[in-house]
């Protein structure tokens, strides 16, 4: 079988599950699709590969940029993001392809200062209406003692701080699942797989809706 194509995006605290359970995910549904491309938090439009996954440890230590150079990387972002869009990701979609993102521009709303911003947030807030969205965004969570268990890159409180502010960002996106990877990884997948087939079909029944009006 083969799906339209479907671009999906995971957002979560370090530790949360992203790469375990997202690479579980990827596994359980590419069947669907005709292929599978991953990209990290940016499509790269000036390059010819994907953006690759860079580990950043402690990534609260980095200096923060100051306004002006931070300013300068949001307007970067919207280029990269809107290009990328038109050259790479749309692209992929009409093929039938499963894009996935790990990490997303959403995510410097949640953590700013892994991403070095020192500009006013008001401002990154606007410049995420100008960010094309991904069709579902997964939000992949977990009591923070577990979090913090897997991987403790952050405080405790940050950690906790991090979670609320998805969880609260999950409410404001109709297009947006939590998923509970504390109950294991095998049923955290199966749980990711469902919403996912949920969501597509739902979106082929209003299709169809739509073609019979």
Not at 40 to 64: A, I, Y
Request: aromatic content about 12%; charged content about 25%.
């Amino acid at each position: 079988m083969s799906n339209k194509g479907l671009l999906i995006t995971f957002l979560g605290p370090d530790g949360a599950g992203k790469t375990t359970v997202g690479d579980g995910l990827a596994e359980a549904i590419k069947s669907s699709f005709n292929g599978v491309e991953r990209f990290h938090l940016r499509p790269s439009s000036f390059s010819s590969k994907n953006n690759t996954v860079t580990v950043v440890e402690n990534p609260h230590e980095q200096s923060v940029r100051g306004v002006v150079p931070s300013i300068a990387k949001l307007i970067y972002f919207i280029v990269d993001y809107f290009v990328g869009n038109i050259t790479k990701i749309n692209h992929l979609k009409r093929k039938s392809y499963l894009v996935i993102f790990d990490r997303y521009f959403h995510d410097l709303l949640i953590d700013p200062i892994r991403y070095r911003y020192g500009a006013p947030m008001w401002l990154a807030k606007l410049a995420s209406y100008f960010i094309p969205k991904p069709d579902l965004f997964i939000i992949f969570d977990a009591p923070t003692e577990i979090i913090q268990a897997r991987k403790k890159e952050v405080s405790f409180e940050e950690t906790e701080r991090q979670r609320q502010a998805y969880l609260a960002f999950a409410k404001t996106e109709p297009n947006c699942i939590v998923i509970d990877t504390s109950v294991g990884i095998d049923e955290s997948v199966r749980a990711a797989s469902t919403a996912v087939f949920n969501y597509i079909e739902a979106k082929q029944l209003k299709r169809l809706k739509r073609n019979e009006n």
